[in-house]
């Protein structure tokens, strides 16, 4: 069965129609829709209508053809526009990965057995690192801290702008991490009119607002606003 479901009859065929009678063009017209669907041949003793039916049948053997090649041509560039974006997509997906990897080294710190921290920077003696902040005490480095100790007063540090895009990509939240930065860069890193004081639970904040680049239409709050009192 033929997989062709119409067929084009051209008005400058009148000519030959009006040869025949209306009982013989209906004879025609059933008999081309019957070889369309289903291939098969005009059964007649009119020669007219054998005529007839063999320039309607070349003509749409003649369409067929043309409409194949079309048809072709529109897989052939539809798959590689197909190929074209995926690739651009990979190639994207790379970059992030990339800059995600050189992120988490550019914020790494080393400790070595002599005291001496490196990475944001630099101090003798003993100590243990705790959220990129160095406290000095009397205990070797090297031990596992789950916190600060707890007598030591801790001031609030401004991330780098690579900091921020290092824990937003481990967290993988979809944060535009430099939107953040520039954010709190411009009002002094301030939570409505205190100072800051973990700049990753603001980032944990930003996560549950839903302040990520997955909703483009999600505007920031104003701190400042009473009616957001308590947003980070």
Request: aromatic share 10%; glycine share 6%.
């Amino acid at each position: 069965m033929s997989e062709r479901k119409s067929f084009l009859v051209f008005c400058d065929r009148i000519k030959e129609l009006e040869m025949l009678t209306d009982e013989e063009c209906g004879q025609l017209f059933k008999a081309l829709m019957h070889y369309v669907r289903e291939g098969a041949e005009l059964e007649t003793g009119s020669l007219p209508l054998k005529l007839m039916f063999s320039v309607f049948k070349s003509q749409i053997d003649e369409n067929g053809e043309k409409w194949e090649q079309i048809r072709e041509k529109r897989s052939i560039a539809a798959k590689k526009r197909w190929e074209k974006n995926n690739d651009t997509q990979d190639n994207a997906n790379d970059a992030n990965a990339s800059k995600c990897i050189q992120s988490n080294a550019n914020d790494a710190v080393t400790v070595t057995d002599t005291g001496t921290v490196t990475g944001t920077g630099t101090v003798t003696g003993t100590g243990t690192v705790y959220n990129n902040t160095v406290y000095s005490n009397n205990e070797s480095i090297g031990e596992d801290k789950s916190s600060p100790p707890p007598t030591q007063n801790t001031r609030f540090k401004k991330p780098t702008l690579e900091q921020v895009e290092a824990y937003c990509c481990e967290r993988n939240n979809g944060i535009d991490a430099e939107r953040f930065y520039d954010y709190y860069e411009a009002n002094g890193w301030k939570v409505g009119k205190n100072s800051m004081k973990d700049w990753k639970a603001a980032v944990r904040k930003w996560e549950r607002n839903e302040y990520s680049t997955k909703k483009p239409d999600t505007k920031i709050r104003d701190e400042n606003d009473p009616m957001n009192e308590g947003f980070v």
